[in-house]
């Protein structure tokens, strides 16, 4: 049996799960390839015009899928991991949107709800409804599920140890400790801020990170961050964001701002994210009130890579003029 | 202390419930071009429309001495249940001298919510909120009721204007009303107001039935969306709303209503709640369709999380159930003759689609 996993949304965060999960249940697993202009193109003919791009790319992804021999194509519910938090509605409604707007899904829509309180997903009694599609027993299910665990856990590890997400899926093809090293950069640093979908999809950023260090910048994100050093901040507030990675961004923001671990702080986002637009505004709060510049770059499905690297030096310049006259001290 | 809401919906009720607590109220302006123009001003830019228009509606009402705005919040995972903290921050950041108390849902912030209704009680006592409570309600529940029924008369009205002028008397009535007593007498009347308009006789094949789904913001404040009912009706056709304010107050604090029997029927197309009234409107639909409404508007503001969900859902029940469904959304951009000339030919579509079938 051959599952596809849409190389799209959430892929960037809990691959690591998934696979290890469906493996251990003798299930292959297929990716959708990386997301190019056409796969853009044919999420973008069948979603609806004003929905956010990750959406959109996503769709494209499933199409893609749909074309090739997989039995199912893999949409799970994100629904909530957190207690109090959730996901965007659009992540919740994601495998209704599917299944009623892509045309000749039918029964290759392989989905379950992830509600649980823990963010390694591994609560086996939420992958009890797939055991008849799959033919596999609970007993199974459950040792599959320690085996994802297993897989994310050292996934999460090697991020904290200070590599991206892309270089962390790398670093867990090798056995522990062959990985390369994490990307040690001195000199400038910079606070990458955005969903994992759009700085990880090289489409969507345009491989912002490697921009970055080729201009000799060193990239700190969200997820190189533990989760206490995430809930530093926003633990204190009186109401909290309550979509779970927006949370984590702000938590990161926040312990970047406040402890002035960067120089700047760049937030990558996908035109039309709801979440972003709340985001944004705080995030831009909190760069006044702690000096430290920051910079929103917004990407649609019809952007040129030109704007991108033209701004990202600009504001690279801008740092380093400003170190050179201030000495890092704010102004 | 002066205290003040935002303007959704029939603000007279809002304004009635505060006064009998002995508060003094400002009401903020009905919503018009330049409320829309200064919430996009104040808001960012990808905020959805009933942030920004609620915004502007803050700002007026602190210029106009609003020290206290009282409005409800939510908890997720729609950006609703955010506004009030990014409200606050921005008239702060403003320069105003205001407070919001937002009431969260109850199950998630219960001591919250108690802290809040204690400081709102203040010196009155609780036989009074309960008779003050008691006979809002009240009026609300027949304002709804009123505001239903016109809407099945309006299309056939004999004087153009008629329905509309009604309405605005029957407020004012109830305007007046402190006592039950007095609000018993309001019904009576407003009853026998709409008794002694003139209407056309049409047969009920000629009947056209059009349901308002959406968002419940721009679905309740007709400043802002087009006065969608009384457009419909001015097509010549009947129109009912998915929500009323009675409604929501029923299902959220008392758990009546026909919300749940709702929710059942949209649980094929969006199986949990996401946020918003996303799930209930598919639902609505579904509703519509089986109790025989020709056609459905859908509202929704542009960008809208949860309801982007239900748009991409809504082409498949429309195909499933044969019911024609029109999405119209709804932003600061205000120029109505787009959307007036959709939903015109829309109801064009209708008819002669249903004059071909009884033929």
Redesign the interface.
Known sequence: MKIGIPRALLHYYYSPFWVSFFEELGVEVVFSGSTDKKTVDLGVGI??P???VPIKIFNGHVLKLLNTDVDYVFIP?M?SIEK???????F??L???A???IPDIGGRLLTM?VQTRSENIATPEMYYSLADRLGVSEKQIRLACKAGARNFKRFLKLCIEGRTVSEAFEALKVPDGQAKPPVKIDGLKIGLLGYVYDVYDEFVSMDVTGRLRQLGVGVLTFEMLSRQELSRYVRKM??S???TFSDKLLGAAYKMFRERTVDGVIHVTAF???????L???LE?ESEDSGIPFMTVRIDEHTGENHLQTRVEAFVDMLKRRNRTTGGESL | MKYSFPYLGNVMVYKKIFEMFDYEVVVPPRPTQKTIDLGTKYS?????FPYKMLMGNYIEACERGAQIIVSSGG?????A??Y???HE?TLR?MGFDVELIIF?SIR?DLWGDLSKFFRLKGKNSFRKIISATRIVLRMLKDLDYFDKKIHTMMPYEVVKGSFVKAFEEITKNYEKCWTMKETVKAFEMGEELLRSIEIEKVEERDRIRIGVVGEIFVVIESSINMDIENTLCSFGCEAERSQYLGEWVDHNFFGKGREKEILKMGED????I???H?KQNVGHIVDYSKRGFDGVVHLMP?????E??S???I???SETYGIPVLTL?IDEQTGKANNMTRIEAFVDLIRNSKRRASA
């Not at chain 2, 908890?75 to 950006?79: A, D, L, N, S, T």
């Open positions: 979603s609806v004003e929905i956010c519910r629904a109090g938090k959730y996901f965007c509605p659009k919740m409604g495998p209704d949107m299944k009623h707007s709800d009186k109401k964001l309550f979509w039309g994210c709801g979440p972003d637009s709340f944004g505004k705080l709060i | 960012p830019e990808f905020a959805c908890h997720g995972p729609c950006r249940g955010f009030g903290e990014l921050r950041q969260d998630r197309y969006i199986k949990i996401i946020g918003g996303a542009f960008a809208c999380l949860p982007l969900v748009q991409s859902v082409p498949k029940i959304a």
